[in-house]
């Protein structure tokens, strides 16, 4: 009977410890933070470290992910843009060549239908901007190996840390057993679960050193580039609306130009002679004309008289 029970309660301990560790595997993803102290203070302070570390570098990757997503829908809407402005840019042109004796409406149209071409090639290469110095510098490091590398020596860590607090409990089982019964058998698997526990210990030594240099390095990677390329953002939209700016700002001075030199032009006037009477038509803007007095006798003439303060 005492044979069965020991049975028993060592099978019972083995599936408590199965579980634990499935549980321990499955409860979360990635770097598990724990304010239990496994080994000792040195160990707790390394655990602190990568925990930090690790949360870090997982902030920057989501960082960067959020630039990528935002500099891809500025590249859409540029293309969309320019889609856009190229068939505006044909209407214009197309309006202007086919009216071109017609009116003043006709000159602007043209005027900004060959500027328009312009302001697409200045959007054409802020999106080439955004793909070379933003897309793909934060691409390739978001999919690169020393972030993947390093993360994952750090996970090691964490299930070597997982496997030593395990390792911790079956030690205080053993400790208990062999206070209850100090025989040979129960000292001798003590002592194996301690030297297990120290082969844990000093493999954790080893492994968190190296974890913890690696997410270093990568989160220093990480700052440094994603400044780069936000900097890199700033300048090439800000030259982007700069330069549209300085296009469109000369393409109306030449429509107001072309404006004031229509309304500033000479009257064309025409004379008409008929038998009894004469006419004199002339064309003029309405603000030339200061004072207008009109006599008119028997139907047989008429007369405008008026002041010019230009001439």
Known sequence: MDALRKQASKLREQVTKQQQAVIKQFSGTGYESSAVMVIDEIEMQRHQQLDKLYKATRAGREFQKDIVKA??????????NIETGSKLSEDCCKYG???????????????????????????EDYNKLLYSQILEPLRAMIMGAPLEDA??????????????????????RRQARVRESPIPDNVAKLHV???????????????GKEAASALAAVEAQQQRLTFQRLVSMVEGEKTFHLRVAAILGEVEAEMVSEK??????????????????????AELPIEWI??????????????????????
């Not at 993360?151 to 205080?172: F, G, N, V």
């Open 71 to 80: 500099a891809e829908g500025f590249t859409a809407i540029g293309y969309k």
């Open 97 to 123: 060549a086919e009216n071109i004796n017609d009116n003043i409406l006709a000159k602007a149209a043209a005027i900004y239908g060959d500027a328009r071409k312009h302001v697409e090639k200045e959007q």
């Open 151 to 172: 993360r994952h020596l750090a996970q090691r860590y964490s299930r070597m840390r997982q496997e030593a607090e395990l390792q911790a409990t079956e030690i205080s």
């Open 193 to 207: 679960a301690e030297a297990k526990m120290q082969e844990i210990k000093a493999n954790m030594a080893i492994l």
């Open 260 to 281: 004031q030199h229509k309304e500033s032009a000479p009257p064309v006037s025409t004379e008409i002679h008929t038998e009894k009477t004469s006419y004199f038509l």
């Open 290 to 311: 200061l004072e207008v007095t009109t006599n008119l006798k028997a139907l047989q003439y008429f007369v405008v008289t008026f002041s010019f303060s230009h001439i």
